[in-house]
């Protein structure tokens, strides 16, 4: 993973951390539970972008590297998984 990616993602989740929190006190506070489905789309949109991002980074880093010297059959098979469990949500 580049270190560009590993930061932004790294910075992503921690901001997620704190939405939950948020939404943890929300719950404890019996808040009106639209604004707090609200909030749980949110880090969940936001838990996608971060997916995103990472296998962004993977096919741009690992799989590329992988297939220059030619041993990329199974990091396309990695990424084939992942992407299929990615999209199942």
């Given at each position: 993973m580049r270190t560009s990616t590993r930061d932004d993602a790294l910075l992503r989740v921690k901001r997620m951390q704190g939405q939950l929190r948020g939404i943890a006190r929300m719950i404890e506070e019996d808040a009106y539970c639209i604004d707090v489905l609200t909030q749980l789309q949110?880090?969940?949109?936001?838990?996608?972008?971060?997916?995103?991002?990472?296998?962004?980074?993977?096919?741009?880093?690992?799989?590329?590297?992988?297939?220059?010297?030619?041993?990329?059959?199974q990091k396309l098979d990695e990424l084939t998984a992942a992407v299929r469990r990615f999209a199942r949500r």
């Open positions: 949110a880090v969940s949109a936001a838990c996608d972008a971060v997916g995103l991002k990472l296998l962004d980074d993977h096919v741009r880093t690992c799989v590329t590297d992988a297939v220059k010297v030619g041993e990329g059959s």
